[in-house]
């Protein structure tokens, strides 16, 4: 996976993609969108099961590494990911968050390597943008 | 808006509003309180309509300015906000959470310019202290 | 108390307990566990009472602490927190979040002293990982 040439999704609101301070990078919350859509909406544990939440988490973080990279000049090396946090549109009974987290974890893995794995928190929520399923924010050190 | 003289809400709890560390400040979670009182209480979709919702996300970030503030010298000038999360309590089917959102942009914006639009997660929740519908937290740089 | 000598429970998942960057160490977010198991499980406000959620978030806390004091190299000193999120998973019309965030900040002041409490957000959340009614994590500075 070469996140290098992967662009962010465009903000839906009055906010940027990413901003670059000090040598860390914090990413704008990432849904799972392709070419500017949605590719899955509901709530994990109704209308989306745990393998299509996994998936669209894997593709919400592909998407923040976009915004890090999108965030640091051309050629930098030595992205770490520090922080991650992954919100899960869920129903009340879901409690599987880590199996859907992990598919945010893979996208990580596979762009910066098993070393680059960051602190995460998992956390089930009532609603999430657009009725997105999952949204993932990232922490991450530059250079 | 002349955030230099606005005096953040006390916390209400074993905590402090904000700390300043190497040039970064960490602002705890505000919410729409105006000399104390919160001005709105409920969810969004349910008791408080998307306009409320948006006019006290604007307070909560002005009030999480506020303490980014009163956590730096006086005088201290070249505050850019890096990172910011708007949790809106709200009812299992409202998804509109950027235009909530938006109003805790406005508010950055017009105290510090759109320049200074920071990376932003939006997350519906369950329930927010003191049943308040909106909370924003900052972390910015200073100097 | 001593955190240098507590473990930190082992992820559940695909990520590390804590990362160390710039003198910042960035935690995952922790749930009370001892001895690998949670001590209790349930909504707060339904299954969980105040109290025993209160002594949840602080057996959560020290979890985290734990992740600190495991990311930064023997013997250091000066620890110091700078942000902590308090997740609450909780019934609806469940608001006191505060008395249960305070639990955490009862953690913190026991191993770092008063003047070492951050900021601070509690939120309230459908649910958790694994049912966990709270879950902690930190930012803290180091050195």
């Known amino acids: 996976m070469s996140t290098d040439?992967?662009?962010?999704?465009t903000p839906r609101?009055?906010?940027?993609?990413?901003?670059?301070?000090?040598?860390?990078?914090?990413?704008?919350?990432?849904?799972?969108?392709?070419?500017g859509e949605l590719t899955v909406t509901g709530q994990v544990g109704a209308a989306v099961s745990v393998a299509a939440a996994r998936a669209a988490a894997e593709l919400a973080a592909a998407n923040a590494l976009a915004a890090v990279f999108s965030a640091v000049p051309?050629?930098?090396r030595g992205v770490r990911c520090l922080r991650m946090t992954v919100?899960?549109?869920?129903?009340?009974?879901?409690?599987?968050?880590?199996?859907v987290a992990d598919g945010a974890s893979a996208a990580i893995s596979a762009a910066l390597g098993a070393d680059a794995l960051p602190a995460r928190s998992a956390i089930g929520v009532q609603t999430l943008p657009s009725n997105a399923p999952v949204e993932v924010?990232?922490?991450a050190a530059v250079g």
Chains 1, 2, 3 share one sequence.
Do not use: E, I, K, W
């Not at 040439?5 to 999704?9: A, D, F, G, I």
């Not at 609101?13 to 070419?35: E, F, N, Q």
């Not at 919100?87 to 199996?99: E, G, R, W």
């Open 87 to 99: 919100y899960v549109a869920c129903a009340p009974n879901f409690h599987d968050l880590s199996t």
């Open 13 to 35: 609101g009055d906010y940027v993609p990413a901003v670059l301070h000090g040598g860390v990078v914090y990413t704008a919350g990432m849904t799972p969108r392709r070419d």
């Open 137 to 139: 924010d990232l922490v």
């Open 5 to 9: 040439h992967v662009v962010p999704p």
């Open 74 to 76: 051309a050629g930098v």
